[in-house]
């Protein structure tokens, strides 16, 4: 039945052409617009030429989306790549993502109200504006690294109402949540201010037989302050602070997936270092998904604030000046239970110094001065402007391989086969000039060219920590990288209700270092442990329609596309450390979109989904002299889609408003390593099919509170969602297993 639903959602997605339905999105109260910032101004998104999934608030509590992990159902197309387990994450478009332990920037870069997010761990939604995924290259407006798309997250603003707002949730594995809002005017419209909060417990759901400790347990804290100010007619200043404390258990790549015998796959010599593991593979599928047996603690700490301000000042009816300034800091300590094993073949923890759990430290600050405006009698649309960025990034790693009983061990001495911390800093100072601009030809046809150029200047250096075999012996490192990115394209408004698009982007990833392998002034390949940038190109066209089909309202978007990727950043893990390296090249190819039909007042129903066929051109590289061989592209399921319903139930006003809404998620297999082919192989997760579900009672008896009954995996699937694929380096793979079935009430009440 299972593979039945699957087939007849992703088969039912790709006949249909993929589209969305207008209430899944900001919307704008009086037209019913869906707006979004694709273009860092507000536009209608059926005007908007470019791939785009957004929603709203109240469409992701329909949805129960709560954490990142939760919006790769609601947007089929975007995985969010779970490594290391459930506090590891990593976004992932169009198979442009970053590998763990590669020192790559992420190729999808998420934002919070415009200023690049620092992330110290998964994270909570609450009061919430707005969600905006963008697919695709987005290097002229949202900076280079942009190669796979964008996340932007949007808080909400004050307004000039006093209200707040106090919601409860309860569930399994003793979900206790509360969530919060205030809005006060200080003085009017002129000085208004919003706090908001949200502080979560949650247990785990993987229990380690080992020490008898549950792994996926979460504790956090956050909350938000946001002041506005409108000093002056045309001015307004909005600040945002917002602080996060995360503990709890990481759930780890807890599943023993595949271990290696000594041999050859594809001519390619297998790492059989782990093979006398190999009769636990049996014991593993006996204890199931949600059970492990690994030897180690699991503890995940981290905390992160950001601050964000800006001014916007109104020079006249078609000039804009915009200033945004940021800073943040996160930091995280990790002890992460790698590989599902009952013996440590690696461990988050340096047995000679003690040196305990992954250490990442990230500061940054940002600013951005912005010209937003319109000239030749409104047919010019202008967004140009100057970007700088400082980020410093303290890392350590202590590390101990093939670990001997007894379990913890005893510090001071390395009776493993190794035993070292990597500690390293990198500091990345990046400038760049930009501008965009949209020509109207007629009042049907536009125009849009765009181009950014970027300097990227990245310092590498050892940090003074025991163990560290790297401080003082080798020197400091530094790089400068300079590229263009640029974007053209056609938008042609057939009908009021039908809009077209063509257009081609370019954009890159600045290159840089690996910390974990030897600091020597040369390419990884040759032994150090220098990367270079990745560029791309892609072109992409798309067709929306909002309007009405047989006396049905109806939206449709779909868009196909085509990417080409060089010198693409991967990570390989030959002995004795992770390095990263440059594939050749990388084609993706693909169609996705959305689709709603409002049948009635009662009844909506709709379909998301996109295919996705990326693979490796060339992939072979030469490391140190040994051949590898990249490919199938890795954390990229080929079909993805969601089918959904909505019923809202005729109810007399005066009790309220009832509805239900059911989504079926499904995605095909994907690989969690990128040299399956070769040197990692037997890395493969199947497909799976999810069911998520929510029943609503809103404004109960015409009164401030609303009900909810919620649930996720309703089916309880048992799933995998990722994966540490460390084969070529141990001989040894492990897959992160997916959340299984949660539900819970939820009570709301707004003053």
Request: hydrophobic fraction near 35%.
């Amino acid at each position: 039945m299972r593979k039945l639903m699957t087939a007849v959602l992703l088969g039912g997605t790709a006949m249909t052409g993929l589209p969305a339905f207008a209430q899944d999105r900001p919307a704008d109260a009086a037209s019913g617009d869906i707006i979004v910032t694709a273009r860092r101004q507000n536009e209608n998104l059926e005007r908007v030429p470019a791939a785009i999934t957004a929603f709203s608030a109240a469409n992701l509590e329909a949805r129960s989306v709560r954490s990142d992990s939760d919006l790769q159902a609601a947007t089929p197309g975007l995985t969010i790549r779970q490594t290391q387990g459930n506090n590891s994450l990593t976004y992932s478009i169009r198979g442009q993502t970053a590998d763990t332990f590669s020192g790559t920037p992420s190729a999808v870069i998420a934002y919070l109200n415009e200023v690049p997010l620092t992330i110290a761990s998964a994270s909570s939604f609450y009061d919430l504006e707005s969600v905006q995924v963008l697919k695709g290259p987005q290097g002229t407006l949202f900076g280079r690294n942009a190669t796979g798309g964008a996340v932007l997250f949007t808080s909400a603003k004050p307004t000039d109402k006093l209200e707040a707002r106090i919601t409860g949730r309860f569930g399994n594995l003793a979900l206790r949540e509360g969530e919060g809002m205030i809005n006060l005017p200080l003085s009017g419209d002129k000085a208004m201010l919003r706090v908001a909060f949200d502080i979560l417990r949650k247990d785990g759901y993987i229990h380690n037989v080992f020490n008898n400790q549950t792994l996926g347990n979460q504790e956090r804290n956050s909350a938000r302050a946001s002041l506005t100010l409108k000093p002056a007619d045309g001015i307004v200043n909005t600040t945002v602070f917002q602080y996060e404390g995360v503990d709890g258990t990481n759930t780890g790549a807890s599943y023993a997936w595949s271990i290696y015998g000594c041999g050859r796959f594809n001519g390619f010599a297998l790492n059989c270092n782990s093979s006398f593991l190999i009769p636990y593979l049996a014991a593993q599928k006996t204890l199931g998904l949600y059970q492990t047996n690994h030897p180690g603690d699991a503890r995940h700490h981290g905390f992160s604030w950001q601050l964000s301000n800006t001014t916007s000042y109104a020079a006249g009816d078609n000039l804009t000046v915009k200033n945004i300034f940021g800073a943040s800091r996160a930091r995280v300590n990790s002890v992460q239970p790698q590989l599902g094993v009952p013996y440590v073949t690696i461990a988050t923890y340096d047995q000679k110094t003690g040196n305990t759990g992954n250490n990442l430290e990230v500061k940054t600050i940002s600013e951005e001065l912005q010209l937003q405006g319109k000239a030749l009698d409104g047919r010019l649309n202008y967004t140009a402007g100057v970007y700088f960025q400082w980020q410093a990034t303290d890392t350590i790693w202590p590390q101990t391989y093939f670990l001997n009983p007894p379990y913890p061990p005893t510090f001071g001495t390395c009776t493993a086969g190794a035993c070292v911390t990597s500690a390293f800093r990198t500091h990345d100072q990046t400038s760049a000039v930009y501008a965009q601009a949209t020509y109207a030809l007629t009042d049907a046809l536009k125009v849009t060219g765009g181009v950014r150029y970027t300097w990227d200047k990245i310092k590498f250096s050892q940090l003074n920590v025991a163990d560290n075999p790297f401080y003082g012996t080798f020197p400091d490192e530094s790089r400068t990288f300079h590229d263009p990115s640029w974007e053209v394209g056609l938008e042609y408004q057939a009908t009021p209700e039908l809009f077209a698009y063509v257009k081609t982007r370019g954009s890159f990833r600045a290159g840089g270092f690996n910390g974990a392998a030897v600091p020597l002034n040369i390419p990884a390949v040759q032994g150090g442990n220098q990367f270079n940038a990745e560029h791309t190109q892609d072109i992409e066209g798309g067709i929306k329609y909002r309007g009405e089909i047989a006396g049905v309202r109806t939206t449709i978007n779909i868009d196909a596309f085509n990417q080409w990727v060089q010198d693409v950043q991967r990570v390989e893990f030959p002995p004795p450390a992770a390095v990263t390296v440059n594939v050749p090249s990388q084609i993706v190819t693909g169609i996705e979109g959305e689709a709603s039909f409002r049948l009635s007042d009662m009844v909506e129903v709709g379909w998301q989904g996109a295919y996705v066929d990326a693979r490796y051109t060339n992939g072979n590289v030469t490391i140190k002299g040994v051949p590898y061989l990249y490919g199938p592209v890795a954390d990229t399921p080929k079909w993805s889609g969601t089918l959904w319903a909505q019923l809202n139930l005729p109810m007399p006003a005066s009790l309220g408003e009832v509805s239900l809404r059911a989504d079926l998620y499904g995605q095909t297999g994907q690989y969690f390593s990128n040299a399956s082919s070769s040197l990692v192989p037997k890395t493969f997760l199947p497909g799976y099919a999810l069911l998520n579900g929510r029943i609503s009672w809103n404004h109960v008896m015409q009164s401030g509170l609303s009900l909810a009954v919620f649930s996720r995996n309703l089916g309880n699937r048992g799933y995998f969602v990722g994966g540490m694929p460390l084969g070529a380096a141990l001989g040894h793979n492990a897959a992160a297993v997916g959340e299984p079935r949660t539900y819970g009430v939820e009570a709301s009440y707004r003053f």
